[in-house]
């Protein structure tokens, strides 16, 4: 027997495709053999399990169990939960890898499985290594029915909550709650009951339907049910969480929106006070603010690509306690594992509000007015995407422009930064700039469009997220 995947389903973090067209039982079942083989091949035999709230999950979940047993791989269901809540098991049972199903962001009818192996993401090379696999039939299938893994099943969520207060000594404050019909919802409900000050919560039914909004914080027309939340009921400020809970967004008391590189400023601040001098990680689509920020409090700033997967690897060469992306992942290894949790960040950014000492619409308030662009994405072809970006690299160096090619392209110019990349996920290039004012943008814009024009490009239609 052997398999092939829908070459789109294979990404860079993650396998993820449309329910029924690009992504199946089927998919799930080889998936399992493939990681499962690749587990007992390490000398593991033990996997995590779990599934966030999509419909398709528990069907995709059955046959992902499936594929693990059948190349004697055992198997611990956490059941349905926020793909940090499947980290934390990865983390602390005694299991080899990981496996979370899950759509992340994504509209409804996608699905998705992230994974993790001996305790380090397993992406990139690794997946494209699974679809080998599967077209080469190279599993390790037990051959008597006696052989096949088992299956148990661990209740962590009580655990996993009661982690993510520990050691808790943040204030007291009105907050605001939005879980988006997300995952995270019953882990919300839980952990305000554990935590002090007055708690108003959204949307934290699991619905795989999305009925009230997309759960996606980092669209500002995703907030608005929050901000008219903080508003009604004057809270301090309001938190929202992306479908399977690894992405956190804010807003702060007066509903302007506190982007992934703000809420990391914030957080690296009672960090540093501890840590001096440590490395604090952000990817190249961050505000300039965040770096001069991290020298300002004593840290040593570092620019690194974006994609969950490669800050993980990151952080653990450079020893960083803390790391973030303008998406809303937050990596926190101070005081715990490492990985990108939405639901621990937020409990941070309580505690660091508190011990700071100032509200948090203060925190925002002071931060420099920068005016710049949100993430444009732009359809190219698959097979343009990296070259553009040398072609747009090769003429700015000749130039002497002032060029970061950490991830793409990123330039410093006297009214800002620009920067150009190709997506790790999708056939589109990524644009994004900041500037002082709306004239110093203008420009930053212009600049874009001409290295663009010169690789016979427009920046014209946005892609979808």
């Known amino acids: 027997m052997t398999h092939r995947f829908d070459p789109t389903s294979l990404r860079e973090y993650d396998i993820r495709g449309i329910v029924g067209k690009t992504l199946g039982t089927a998919d799930a079942d080889v998936i399992g053999r493939g990681f499962g083989t690749r587990v007992r ?66 509209p409804a009818e996608y699905n998705g499985f992230k994974m993790v192996l001996q305790h380090k993401p397993f992406f990139g090379a690794d997946i494209q290594d699974l679809g080998r696999m599967a077209a080469e039939g190279d599993w390790d299938v037990v051959a008597d029915e006696a052989d096949r893994g088992t299956v148990s099943t661990a209740d962590i969520e009580d655990d996993y ?51 009230n909004h997309h759960p996606d914080p980092t669209d500002e027309k995703n907030l608005t049910d929050l901000k008219r939340l903080v508003a009604e009921k004057q809270l301090d400020f309001g938190l929202a969480f992306d479908g399977d809970g690894d992405r956190i967004g804010a807003i702060d008391g007066q509903g302007r929106v506190i982007w992934g590189d703000q809420i990391l400023s914030i957080l690296a601040e009672p960090v540093l006070k501890e840590l001096p001098g440590a490395t604090i990680i952000a990817d190249v689509k961050a505000s300039q603010m965040l770096f001069d920020r991290v020298s300002e409090l004593g840290g040593t700033p570092l620019m690194w690509k974006t994609g969950h997967s490669l800050i993980k690897m990151k952080m653990k060469e450079t020893d960083s306690p803390l790391a973030g992306e303008m998406s809303g992942h937050i990596f926190f290894a101070h005081e715990f594992y490492g990985f990108d949790d939405a639901h621990y960040a937020a409990v941070r950014l309580i505690r660091a509000a508190h011990m700071i000492g100032k509200s948090i619409t203060d ?50 110019t006297p009214d800002g930064w620009w920067l150009l990349r190709a997506s790790n996920t999708q056939d589109v290039l990524v644009a994004r700039a900041e500037a002082k004012d709306q004239a110093g943008l203008d420009r930053l814009l212009g600049m874009i469009d001409d290295q663009l024009a010169l690789s016979g490009l427009v920046r014209g239609e946005q892609a979808a997220h």
């Open 41 to 106: 091949r390490a000398g593991g035999t033990r996997v995590a399990v779990g599934y966030d709230g999509r419909l398709s999950s528990p069907e995709l979940e059955a046959a992902l169990v499936g594929g693990l047993t059948a190349v004697g791989v055992n198997v611990v269901r956490i059941g349905m939960g926020p793909t940090p809540m499947l980290y934390y098991a990865e983390a602390t049972l005694e299991v080899d890898g990981g496996i979370e199903i899950t759509g992340s962001h994504n």
């Open 161 to 211: 909550v009661g982690r993510l207060v520990a050691g808790y000594a943040g204030g007291s404050y009105k907050i605001g709650w939005d879980a988006g019909n997300g995952v995270s919802g019953p882990i919300i409900e839980k952990l305000v009951k554990l935590l002090p000050g007055e708690h108003h919560l959204l949307f934290t039914d699991v619905d795989g339907n999305f009925p």
């Open 363 to 412: 925190l925002r308030g002071a931060m420099p007015a920068l005016v710049n662009t949100p993430e444009m994405r732009f359809q190219v072809d698959e097979s343009r995407k990296f070259a553009v970006v040398e072609e747009v690299l090769d003429r700015l160096e000749a130039a002497g422009a002032d060029v970061n090619r950490t991830d793409g392209a990123r330039v410093n």
